[in-house]
């Protein structure tokens, strides 16, 4: 009767016990440390956005900031707390729900930085249907959409 090994698994059924000669490059070896590792950071990641939604979203807009060159000058205290529901399209803000639920730090005037006075906290998906839009754009896009579904 032969030995049955299945994949990579390493197991040897006949004898019920694990193969231990299988034998890995250094390069194998970084490639599944590192897996492993983003696989850890991005369970940490999220943890983190979820038990501390407020600080997530600061360091979020810290960094994007920093990436675009616009100013940056806000304290945390100048975010206030994150709503329960969003103020333009009145759906629940939730860090642990879906992606257009979550909340999201919006600049007022998308031509000035993250400054006091020039943010507040929306769902993301109002955050992506503002994206670049003018108020002009939205009143347009909204008088066509009104009139193709007449």
Avoid at 64 to 91: H, M, Q, T, Y
Wanted: hydrophobic fraction near 35%; charge should be positive; charged fraction near 35%.
């Amino acid at each position: 009767m032969a030995t049955e090994i299945i994949g990579n698994l390493g197991i040897d059924y006949r004898k019920g016990r694990c193969r231990t000669h299988k034998r890995f490059s250094d390069a194998e070896k970084t490639a599944r440390s590192r897996l492993n590792n983003k696989d850890r950071l991005k369970l940490g990641q999220d943890l983190y956005r979820k038990e501390h939604p407020l600080k997530y979203l600061y360091a979020l807009a810290k960094r994007k900031a920093k990436d675009r060159g616009k100013e940056f000058s806000i304290l945390l205290e100048d975010l206030g707390n994150v709503p329960s529901v969003c103020p333009l399209l009145k759906i629940a803000i939730d860090s642990y729900g879906n992606l257009d639920g979550r909340p999201s730090i919006d600049r007022i005037d998308s031509s000035k930085g993250y400054i006091p006075g020039n943010v507040w906290i929306i769902s993301w998906k109002a955050n992506r249907l503002k994206n670049n839009a003018t108020i002009q754009d939205l009143k347009l896009l909204y008088e066509n959409l009104k009139k193709k579904l007449e």
